[in-house]
């Protein structure tokens, strides 16, 4: 395992691997690792002879009254656990490496970054888009890992992939939960043990959608109440939005037909917590 923090280094070093004939895989993540990644860091270890994972809180994805000052920073926890995975390198470049200068130029995606976190994070999926971009350059990956998990960030790195015709597969991992179903994230670490227990109603209120989606309800208001109504249950947790919504646009549809997303967002004190599950619905 290397550590490397500068562009220079990683473009010198992927040079000579791909070089060499090796394919490079790539996993972006912002660190304070934990199982959800580790699982993309092992698809990638398995679909191709180099991974290299990426470690950068990146501040243009923040709105100024975000976590970025808190945002959890390990960085000998995160090469301890990217060289379990089996992960070659690590680039963990300083913010000035990546932004040297006021940036002037950015990647913004219409369409699928509009509704969901666009309406409640209304610059995030731009700076997730830009950051992507740059380090996709960086690194010049064959294939690149992101999780389900973020769901609509899926979304939105598929759709600019194609747009730019980007030389890079984009792979989606499903997402990895705790036993009780609540979806790993750094962000979990924030929540005290009262928040914690209630959390669970995310990944519940998500069941209780998909059930009634496939046992035939095909109205979204109804299976949308369903959910508001089990994640009301919790008194800790304020709702930011639950949504039913074809999974390819990310709009919610007059009825509920093929591929479906159930997609939600409760703030516990200071965790903003997201989560997803998919649905078919009869035609
Ligand atoms: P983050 O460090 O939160 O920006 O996440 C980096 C990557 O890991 C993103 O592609 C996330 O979707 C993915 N990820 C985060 N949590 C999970 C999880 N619980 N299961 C699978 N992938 C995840």
Redesign the pocket.
């Known amino acids: 395992m290397k550590v490397l923090t500068t562009i220079a280094d990683v473009r010198t070093t992927l040079h000579a691997e791909r070089a060499a004939g090796r394919s490079v895989g790539f996993?972006?993540?912002?660190?304070?690792?934990?199982?959800?990644?580790k699982?993309?860091l092992l698809a990638s270890v398995a679909d191709n002879d180099v991974t290299i994972a990426s470690v950068f809180v990146n501040p243009l994805q923040f709105a100024p009254d975000e976590d970025l000052a808190a945002y959890p920073r390990d960085l000998d926890a995160d090469v301890a656990l990217a060289t379990s995975a089996g992960a070659d390198y690590v680039f963990a470049p300083s913010v000035d490496e990546m932004y040297p200068e006021p940036i002037e130029t950015t990647v913004s995606v219409s369409g699928v970054s509009e509704p969901l976190d666009g309406q409640s994070r209304p610059t995030h999926f731009a700076g997730v888009a830009t950051v992507v971009t740059k380090l996709f350059s960086i690194i010049g990956p064959c294939s690149a890992?992101?999780?389900?998990?973020?769901f609509q960030?899926?979304a939105v790195i598929r759709k600019m992939s194609l747009d730019l015709s980007l030389d890079v597969s984009v792979v989606g991992?499903?997402?990895?939960?705790e036993p009780d179903g609540l979806?790993?994230?750094?962000?979990n670490r924030y929540l005290t043990d009262e928040e914690r227990s209630e959390s669970v109603v995310l990944s519940q209120a998500l069941d209780m959608a998909v059930e009634a989606i496939e046992a035939g309800q095909t109205d979204p208001a109804v299976v949308r109440r369903l959910m508001v109504d089990h994640l009301a249950t919790s008194t800790l947790g304020t709702l930011d939005y639950a949504e039913v919504v074809d999974a390819r646009t990310l709009r919610t549809p007059e009825r509920l037909r093929g591929e479906i997303r159930c997609l939600v967002a409760l703030q516990f004190g200071k965790a903003r917590l997201i989560d997803n599950k998919g649905a078919t619905a009869a035609n």
Do not use: I, N
Request: charged share 20%; hydrophobic share 30%; with cysteine.
């Open positions: 996993v972006p993540t912002m660190g304070a690792l934990h199982d959800g990644h699982s993309l890992y992101f999780g389900e998990k973020d960030q899926l991992c499903v997402t990895h939960r979806a790993m994230s750094s962000r």
